[in-house]
């Protein structure tokens, strides 16, 4: 890390509001880019990065330099979004539910898909179960490190995963019936 964000970092350790006001404006576009990803809507990812900073500027005195620092303000945030999706949700814990049969969505399927489309559908996908497959699928996680940064165990973050898939590909799956069905008529 460079000497810059290390005086930085001790002095909003210090409690010196410029400094604080500094980091903020240095990191807050990009966690609030993660909470938009996570949350429903606007006002949610707002309401998420406000108590991520809370406890972003709470935890600051914890932080060890080794230089990652957005990576350990991206789990923070992270945890916050799901702290609130949970609170929201009323999540229960998934290890005794049944693992989904066909866990990977089909490759022809995926192939057929857009992005947009999946985001789309991904509206449709419980709020715990589409936060796990976005950090999955977009974000690139593994399951190991979903399960530490969400606080879950990775076998629930293996059925958030399956049951998301298993919704995208039903709703994919329904809309091409209705419009192979639609074209047929014609």
């Not at 609030?32 to 900073?53: G, H, P, T, V």
């Not at 609130?84 to 229960?92: L, N």
């Not at 996680?141 to 298993?166: D, F, G, N, Q, V």
Request: include cysteine; glycine fraction near 2%; aromatic fraction near 8%.
């Amino acid at each position: 890390m460079t000497d810059n964000i290390q005086h930085l970092i001790q002095a909003c350790n210090r409690g010196e509001r410029q400094a604080q006001m500094q980091f903020f404006k240095l990191h807050n576009s990009f966690l609030f880019s993660i909470c938009m990803k996570y949350m429903k809507d606007r006002n949610d990812a707002e309401e998420a990065l406000q108590d991520a900073w809370i406890d972003i500027f709470k935890s600051l005195k914890n932080y060890r330099d080794d230089g990652r620092i957005k990576g350990w303000l991206k789990t923070i945030t992270l945890r916050t979004c799901w702290k609130a999706i949970r609170k929201r949700s009323k999540v229960q814990d998934l290890d005794a539910a049944q693992h989904i049969a066909g866990n990977s969505l089909n490759d022809q399927i995926m192939d057929k898909m857009t992005c947009e489309e999946v985001l789309r559908m991904l509206d449709f996908v419980p709020a715990a179960s589409r936060q796990v497959f976005k950090m999955y699928v977009l974000d690139e996680y593994k399951h190991e490190e979903i399960s530490k940064i969400l606080e879950i165990t990775t076998s629930t973050s293996r059925a958030h995963l399956a049951k998301a898939r298993k919704l995208i590909r039903e709703k994919f799956d329904r809309i091409n019936k209705i419009a192979h069905n639609g074209l047929k008529a014609i």
